[in-house]
């Protein structure tokens, strides 16, 4: 450290607390200098290709894709805003059920999720601090390859002539059961949603239950609680805000997912994702995948703050 | 592979000068034919491929730019004429052109040919395993084998057809009776129920990987597209496979793609582009094409070098009566298209 | 111990569940057959093929280049949000850096496709990509930044400034070297998010610009062969090392991740 270095003039603030407002002139330059950058850049490229989608909602789409223009010559072209592709959305149950079915699968996929990372991160965080680091570098491992190889990898696995689908079926044709097709099903696209989202849910879970107080249960113990009860009047509750957290980071991507039911699914699984992905890529019509898309946006807020209100009343009940 | 990397960094672009970008269908020109090009004009071809007219219109709607050459099929074609998307073709640079079976020419699409000659043609027909259809004793010059439940029975998860709102459409509406370009609502919408009440017997939805599926043997039936069908059943016999894929085109009609070489207004090389389609209509590479994936062939002078066992082929070379019962489709303007992806969704979640 | 052993089993049992199937890729990466069935027997074949495949090399080369490029720069813009975030508290800043972290990858990516064509009017390709990398970067750069501010200790500051050191010369001082790991830690994780980006990319690739995991995309939509599994095998081992590598500098920025 270069202690008494200069005393040179007030450039920057960096390392000062003081308010903003008693800020002099030159610090509050370097605080526009510092958040002004990354501000603008995300004005730029997220704030601002949000408002655009939300526009192009209310807009006709074009006659070989995109939009239409919003002021044409021709007085008869679709020109200016509409609610039309609202009102379409609305107009029967049959998109409202692709959201229900989307929301379903998600929920399906975080409750498997959460069934599966609580043990194991209740293990770790039980565990000696020293073996704790390798156990959770173990469950991030998997994220070193590409999601769509961990997908591509059930691929494989479920496939016809693979050793689980013999065995399977092999045991299905014990009991005189006709054999099923694993790949291409609902199952194949639950089992790779489960697979791909499991870390993000064990990791919080993890996060929360390692700060547990351990002396807690030993006064449960005192009390006469046996295990069950221990785990299900003390660190089940204790952990809501855990389960919270990784719920969420596993339900959110599920219900935009498309490429998951694009690879392994069926004749019938197609989800919000995939019917935004058509419209952009295969019908060309933008105003309604516009529309669709801000639909998932309302529908994950909902879902999100829904979610907290009822792990906030649980907390205190 | 750094090396290798290291040197696509920096010289890539030094010889992006003689590139020809080729924006193609999936499995619609063979390795061999692109070497000899390459040779020819001491250039390089990139590729890009796609597996469905709408994916490629999508795409360049969204702004793919680059293209010299693209292949699309008539319903493609006019609506890229109408968005004037195309550049004309300047035909002092095409003497072989003079090999083209006029029947493919000047069609509604692109009357006189001012943007387009044809490439190759494909049939969307029923595909077969022949072992497995003969045992099963069920008739394959139908739609029928692919809608009825009364035949799907016996190939439960065996079944796969084309992930095309389009082309899925088109058949069901030809099985029903109607023309393929038939846009009347109440129409499609029995195609629809007709669909769905198919749909548990079927696999999946596929555009591309049931070639290999036919050929290792797990899918039996497919509605597919001929030059597919045809590469199953050459993958099947390499493999030593105790069947045939057999392609059969039903009786109550089927969808023709004629598919043309067009000048995309972005290809930053019309002269490349112009070679390379005058090497297309070469006879000896035309039938090239022919002889190894399959594809119909509308070039005269191509004819003779056909392997005989091709010629022979009615899903490559399809007769005078089944001829007649062919129908090129015509594009749909938005609403269509929406209304088609409405039904589309409904036949995906039911 | 019971109920030891009963967390043991599940455990081990989901360890098995997440490692099971990359073993299977890496395996068949070895597998002396074109269809991934049966093991026929041991080559290298796969490897040499994948050598040889110049769009395969040119889609990495485009990968490597564009992850570069956006790590660097969202390196830079999420250090500056992050100390921004931990010195001003400023709201609408904290936000935009992690809405885009929190929502659903297809939304970012539909609506920068509709902004890059409908209002810039931006040709789809390698920097549309490099825009879009940055833009879900920064938040993620942001958030170990920040955590690593978090964590400094605040007397060393009062004690720069008692010494008279010049607010900038504390940061570049004392500061910067301080969070150095967990920038670096950052730019290595935005890194690795963008050579692994499927969704966002997708959406604002265009056509003529491939990425690994976009060619990847279209191998396994094709024609699946064990190409596949032998660039797999070589992108886990990449990505493995970067995360090996970003566990050195800031342990606790992976904890962060997501």
Sequence with gaps: MRCGWGGGTMRGCFCMSEEHAR???????????????????????????????????????????????????????????????????????????????????????????????????????????????????????????????????????????????????????????????????????????VYVHLPFMVLPL??????HDPTLLDAAQDLGANAWQRFWRVTFPLSLPGIFAGSVLVFIPVMGMFAIPDILGGTGDMLVGNLIKEQFLGTRDWPFGSTLSIMLTLAVLLCVWIAARLGGRRRYA | MWRGLLFLLCFGNAQADDVLHLYNWNNYISEETVQRFEKQCACRVVQDYYSDNEEMLAKLAAGATGYDILVPTGNALESLIRQKALRPLDKRMLPNLKNTNPAYLNTPFDPGNRYSVPYAYTLTLIGYNSEKLRELNLPVDSWAVIFEPRYLGKLKGRVTVLDSQRELLAAALKYLGYSANDTDETHWKQARDLIIRAKPYWAAFNASSYIKE???????????????????????????RGFRIVASIPKEGAVLALDSMVLHNSGPRPDLAHRFIDFMLDGRNSAELTNLIGSGNPNRDALQYIKPEVARNPAVFPGAAQQERLEMLRDLDRHQRRVLSRIWTEIKLR | MRRGVWLWTAALAVYAFLYLPLLIVIAYSFNDSRLNAEWVGFTWRWYGVLFHDEDMLAAAGNSLLIATVSSLM????????????????????????????????????????????????????????????????????????????????????????DCGASPWETFRHITFPLILPAVAAGGLMAFTLSIDDFVITFFTAGVGVSTLPLHIYSMIKIAVTPEVNAVSTLLMLLTLTLIVLAAKFAPDALKGKG
């Design chain 1, 23 to 193: 800020l002099p002139p030159a610090a509050r330059l370097t605080k526009w200098l510092v958040s002004g950058p990354p501000f603008v850049y995300l004005l730029l490229f997220f704030a601002a290709p949000g408002l655009i989608m939300v526009l192009a909602s209310f807009r006709f789409p074009g006659e070989f894709g995109g939009l239409a223009p919003f002021t044409a010559t021709d007085p008869d072209a679709l020109q200016g805003l509409t609610l039309e592709t609202y009102r379409f959305f609305f107009s029967d149950f049959i998109y409202t059920e692709i959201f229900i079915k989307s929301f379903i699968v998600a929920l399906t996929t975080t409750l498997i999720c959460l069934v599966m990372a609580y043990p194991l991160a209740l293990l770790i965080a039980r565990s000696p601090k020293k073996s704790r680091d390798l156990m959770v570098l173990l469950v991030i491992l998997p994220f070193a390859s590409n999601f769509l190889i961990r997908v591509y990898a059930w691929m494989i696995i479920l496939g016809p002539q693979a050793a689980l689908s013999l065995a399977f079926n092999g045991l299905l044709g014990m009991f005189g059961v006709e054999p099923v097709r694993l790949l291409f099903s609902p199952f194949a696209v639950l089992v790779a949603m």
């Design chain 1, 206 to 211: 993890y996060t929360n239950l390692e700060r």
């Design chain 2, 214 to 240: 036919l050929t290792v043997g797990n899918i039996w039936l497919v509605h597919g597209y001929s030059n597919d069908i045809f590469q199953a059943d050459l993958d099947a016999q390499n493999a030593g």
């Design chain 3, 74 to 161: 969202a390196t830079l813009l999420g250090t500056m949000a992050g100390i921004a975030m931990h010195r001003y508290r400023i709201k609408t800043l904290t936000f935009i850096v992690m809405a885009p972290v929190a929502m659903p990858e297809i939304l970012l990516g539909v609506s920068l496709l509709l902004f890059f064509i409908q209002l810039l009017n931006l040709t789809l390709g390698t920097l549309s990509i490099m825009l879009a990398h940055i833009t879900f970067s920064i938040g993620f750069v942001a958030i170990v930044v920040r955590t690593s501010l978090a964590g400094l200790d605040e007397s060393l500051f009062e004690a720069a400034r």
